[in-house]
């Protein structure tokens, strides 16, 4: 008898699920780690391209006379208007069967030509419009690799699996944030967007090229899980309602998202306005930085959830709930303190305790969902991380620091004090994981314990 949580054989896999799309194989280990690797990769791409701009928004600010809350529009909704209104229908999509490989090949390619496009812009409103085409084509590659990883690797191994996928933030702002700043202080913003949205045409070429679609439902441990029929958006709809873990995961997400994205997007110009930084020096430092703490919280945020959620699926939260508690005050004194570099060091802490919860509400968001709703699942997890957080997030920070700016008659201070609220709002965050760990509790089969097998 087959072991909860165990793999089964390719010929299994291939029998019990007729309705895969044409191509589509059993992936064997050292094909499933290629393809996390390039999924990873073309992730780091994704942010690369998407938080660029952040560290160029100070040029771009001299240059077309804008206000704060007009360069939070474009770090912010501009790339998540079509983000988020696309998201769903995207995702949709997917799980009706469409090929995941041509579709993630096909919009990495499109969103890197339009980072390009960004460079050839005039005036802010064409900025803004080729922002939001990045926006558009980035919209389904999220749903279409979650829903890969998840037929590439079974529950016990999921956590670790998203763990590593989610590198691929830090390693994008990392890119976008050093590369950039370094570019555009030897040259100009222009030539930064031109260097960074090239490298994803040919990365797009490859994985067309080398990556094969996984069988849809493959690694589940019930048989009849991947003969599930379809489901409609409403049904789809109805049944994550119903599990009020997904719920509040996907709220817990998106307010923590808000918080992080109204700090992430302006830590660039804080280091610049209150420290005096160069764009290489706030660019290189902020870049290692995020990239060296993500890397570390995102692997330790997955390893603790495959660890801690054997006795329960609620386990997997319990990090992510102290860590993100710990870190305000962290991030608190970091952001008063009266140098760049001083800044920069008590940054490390609280960067690493806010990327513990990626992994397990990725993994999370996945495991609660049925097989033929898990694009539709990521896509409403991500709608509402971009529509609550990465579209509002920066616009918000930017209004307060405007109006801070207004009451204490410096921009510096006006900024400190924006990015301090910000950090205070991570507590609504932290409310909607707590309830989201109670009602895996009480899901019993659906949330409670996860299979000792590997």
Same mark, same amino acid.
């Given at each position: 008898? /087959?072991?909860?949580?165990?793999?089964?054989?390719?010929?299994?896999?291939?029998?019990?699920?007729?309705?895969?799309?044409?191509?589509?194989?059993?992936?064997?280990?050292?094909?499933?780690?290629?393809? /996390?690797?390039?999924?990873?990769?073309?992730?780091?791409?994704?942010?690369?391209?998407?938080?660029?701009?952040?560290?160029?928004?100070?040029? @771009?600010?001299?240059?077309?006379?804008?206000?704060?809350?007009?360069?939070?529009?474009?770090?912010?909704?501009?790339?998540? @208007? =079509?983000?988020?209104?696309?998201? +769903?229908?995207?995702?949709?999509?997917?799980?009706?069967?469409?090929?995941?490989?041509?579709? $993630?090949?096909?919009?990495?390619?499109?969103?890197?030509?339009?980072?390009?496009?960004?460079?050839?812009?005039?005036?802010?409103?064409?900025?803004?419009?080729?922002?939001?085409?990045?926006?558009?084509?980035?919209? %389904?590659?999220?749903?279409?690799?979650?829903?890969?990883?998840?037929?590439?690797?079974?529950?016990?191994?999921?956590?670790?699996?998203?763990?590593?996928?989610?590198?691929?933030?830090? /390693?994008? $702002?990392? %890119?976008?944030?050093?590369?950039?700043?370094?570019?555009?202080?030897?040259?100009?913003?222009?030539?930064?967007?031109?260097?960074?949205?090239?490298?994803?045409?040919?990365?797009?070429?490859?994985?067309?090229?080398?990556?094969?679609?996984?069988?849809?439902?493959?690694?589940?441990?019930?048989?009849?899980?991947?003969?599930?029929?379809?489901?409609?958006?409403?049904?789809?709809?109805?049944?994550?309602?119903?599990?009020?873990?997904?719920?509040? $995961?996907?709220?817990?997400?998106?307010?923590?998202?808000?918080?992080?994205?109204?700090?992430?997007?302006?830590?660039?110009?804080?280091?610049?306005?209150?420290?005096?930084?160069?764009?290489?020096?706030?660019?290189?430092?902020?870049?290692?930085?995020?990239?060296?703490?993500?890397?570390?919280?995102?692997? /330790?945020?997955?390893?603790?959830?495959?660890?801690?959620?054997?006795?329960?699926?609620?386990?997997?939260?319990? &990090?992510?709930?102290?860590? $993100?508690?710990?870190?305000?005050?962290?991030?608190?004194? &970091?952001?008063?303190?009266?140098?760049?570099?001083?800044?920069?060091?008590?940054?490390?802490?609280?960067? @690493? =305790?806010?990327?513990?919860?990626?992994?397990?509400?990725?993994? =999370?968001?996945?495991?609660?969902?049925?097989?033929?709703?898990?694009?539709?699942?990521?896509? +409403?997890? +991500?709608?509402?991380?971009?529509?609550?957080?990465? !579209? =509002?997030?920066?616009?918000?920070?930017?209004?307060? !620091?405007? +109006?801070?700016?207004?009451?204490?008659? !410096?921009?510096?201070?006006?900024?400190?004090?924006?990015?301090?609220?910000?950090?205070?709002?991570?507590?609504?965050?932290?409310?909607?994981?707590?309830?989201?760990?109670?009602?895996?509790?009480?899901?019993?089969?659906?949330?409670?314990?996860?299979?000792?097998?590997?």
């Amino acid at each position: 008898m /087959l072991e909860a949580g165990a793999e089964r054989p390719p010929q299994e896999l291939v029998g019990s699920q007729p309705a895969s799309p044409p191509g589509s194989t059993p992936a064997v280990p050292r094909q499933r780690a290629l393809m /996390l690797a390039m999924l990873t990769l073309i992730y780091a791409l994704n942010y690369l391209d998407r938080q660029i701009v952040v560290i160029l928004q100070e040029p @771009i600010k001299r240059e077309y006379h804008l206000q704060d809350w007009q360069l939070g529009l474009l770090t912010g909704a501009s790339i998540s @208007i =079509l983000y988020t209104a696309m998201g +769903i229908p995207i995702a949709r999509w997917i799980d009706r069967g469409v090929h995941r490989v041509r579709l $993630i090949a096909a919009i990495t390619a499109i969103w890197s030509v339009m980072t390009v496009l960004c460079g050839y812009t005039r005036s802010f409103g064409q900025f803004v419009v080729a922002r939001m085409g990045v926006g558009l084509a980035e919209a %389904g590659f999220t749903p279409a690799a979650h829903s890969m990883l998840s037929d590439l690797y079974p529950l016990r191994k999921r956590p670790a699996a998203m763990g590593v996928f989610a590198i691929g933030v830090s /390693l994008g $702002i990392m %890119g976008g944030l050093s590369v950039g700043g370094i570019i555009a202080q030897r040259y100009d913003w222009r030539t930064a967007l031109f260097v960074c949205g090239l490298p994803g045409i040919l990365i797009a070429l490859l994985f067309g090229l080398i990556a094969r679609e996984p069988v849809r439902g493959a690694t589940e441990a019930d048989p009849a899980a991947t003969a599930e029929e379809r489901l409609s958006f409403s049904e789809a709809i109805a049944v994550l309602w119903r599990r009020k873990a997904y719920v509040h $995961i996907t709220l817990g997400s998106a307010a923590t998202s808000f918080a992080l994205a109204a700090m992430y997007a302006w830590f660039p110009s804080f280091l610049i306005r209150v420290h005096g930084m160069s764009l290489a020096e706030a660019g290189l430092g902020l870049g290692l930085l995020i990239g060296a703490t993500g890397f570390i919280g995102t692997l /330790l945020g997955g390893w603790q959830a495959a660890r801690l959620g054997r006795q329960g699926l609620q386990g997997m939260l319990w &990090a992510p709930i102290g860590g $993100i508690l710990l870190s305000i005050p962290l991030f608190v004194v &970091a952001l008063t303190v009266g140098s760049g570099m001083s800044t920069l060091g008590l940054l490390a802490l609280p960067l @690493i =305790l806010t990327g513990l919860w990626t992994a397990p509400a990725i993994a =999370l968001t996945q495991s609660l969902a049925p097989v033929r709703a898990r694009a539709t699942a990521s896509a +409403i997890y +991500i709608v509402a991380s971009n529509l609550i957080g990465v !579209s =509002l997030g920066p616009i918000a920070s930017g209004l307060m !620091s405007d +109006i801070f700016a207004r009451w204490t008659g !410096s921009e510096a201070t006006g900024l400190r004090w924006a990015l301090i609220v910000s950090a205070m709002l991570l507590t609504w965050g932290v409310v909607h994981w707590a309830l989201a760990a109670w009602a895996l509790r009480r899901e019993g089969p659906q949330g409670a314990i996860m299979p000792a097998a590997a």
